[in-house]
């Protein structure tokens, strides 16, 4: 559908009245406009003969809505919006005025958005973070996880009614449970809430952390974004290699900072138990027992635990 300009630019004189008179009376009769007039009698011939171009624009964008072939191929002018006509007073009169509407796809964009914005990834697999999240499937895939998956809504809940609280959750199981799915759930429904958050995934960001030795800026950087968000989710923490340094000084250092702040949660193959001995554990210093129970008292008592147990859902898929 050509523009009402481009179909009447050749035109002048009599031929540009013949014209418009046509097109005015084929857009009449147009089942949009048709609907329109019902809605809004207010709008009669008169006035919607005074606005051809705002009535042409309105017709053509709401015939592209409705065969909508999705967001990415909008072929309206404004991509993701639609023309609306309303009735608003000018002069004291009440006149046609147009204006551009989202349509629904272009809202649910902006609210993914918005939502994206507020959850920073290091080193997770992003398609973790932008799966479905359906709350009957995620129950159901499972029943051996429904006590788990349980627990992780009333978190949820939790946190919606009442608040941010300093606890956070401890979710360990076998692998390929679906630890790391469940905590960016939980992260994806809190950042709608309004929360930020962070998930990382502890080996290669430990890993990582020897390169940041020679870029101290970006170093202190990531570590503040740590400290300081509102959610922090240490993914696979127990399968990363430790150094000293790394566990006492940047580590540590995060942890003690968010104790009795904001809730640090963590996913792991180890119980509570099995993660302390890990952490007492570096590839330079050897066994270091109270170094771990010194980590570990930033981890225990501000956290919940949750057992997951369940099939391997990576093998299932293979």
């Known amino acids: 559908m050509e523009s009402l300009g481009q179909l009447l630019k050749q035109m002048n004189g009599p031929s540009f009245l013949k014209k418009s008179q046509a097109i005015f009376e084929e857009l009449l009769h147009d089942p949009i406009v048709r609907e329109l007039r019902a809605e809004r009698p207010e709008m009669d011939e008169d006035k919607l003969r005074a606005n051809l171009p705002r009535l042409y624009q309105y017709v053509h964008d709401q015939r592209n809505c409705r065969n909508c072939p999705g967001l990415d191929r909008c072929p309206n002018d404004f991509e993701g919006h639609y023309s609306k006509l309303e009735m608003a007073e000018q002069n004291g009169k009440l006149e046609i005025v147009e204006r551009k509407a989202p349509c629904s796809l272009q809202i649910a964009k ?7 914005k507020r959850i920073r990834s290091f080193y997770v697999d992003e398609r973790a973070l932008e ?6 499937e995620i129950m159901g895939k499972d029943r051996l996880r429904a006590p788990a998956v349980s627990q992780v809504f009333r978190y949820i809940r939790e946190v919606k009614d009442n608040g941010l609280q300093p606890r956070g959750l401890y979710l360990f199981g076998s692998f390929g449970t679906g630890k790391t799915f469940l905590m960016s759930y939980l992260l994806h429904e809190l950042a709608i809430a309004g929360y930020t958050g962070v998930i990382v995934y502890m080996p ?42 790394v566990r006492d000084h940047v580590l540590g250092a995060i942890l003690n900072y968010r104790m009795n702040r904001k809730p ?43 057992h997951l147990h369940g099939e391997n859902q990576r093998r299932n898929r293979s």
């Not at 799966?131 to 009957?136: C, I």
């Not at 001995?277 to 570990?296: A, I, N, P, V, W």
Request: aromatic share 10%; net charge negative; with cysteine.
């Open 131 to 136: 799966e479905g999240y359906n709350e009957v």
């Open 264 to 306: 640090t949660f963590y996913t792991s193959n180890y119980d509570l138990a099995s993660l302390e001995k890990h952490l007492s554990f570096t590839s330079k210093d050897g066994e270091e027992l109270y170094k771990g129970q010194r980590l570990m008292d930033r981890i225990s008592p501000f956290v919940d635990v949750v």
């Open 204 to 245: 290669e960001f430990m890993e990582d952390l020897k390169s940041m030795l020679q870029d101290s800026q970006k170093l202190k950087e990531t570590v503040e974004v740590m400290k300081n968000c509102d959610l922090l989710i240490l993914d696979d923490i127990g399968a990363e290699n430790l150094s000293p340094w």
């Open 110 to 116: 902006h609210n993914e958005e918005r939502i994206r």
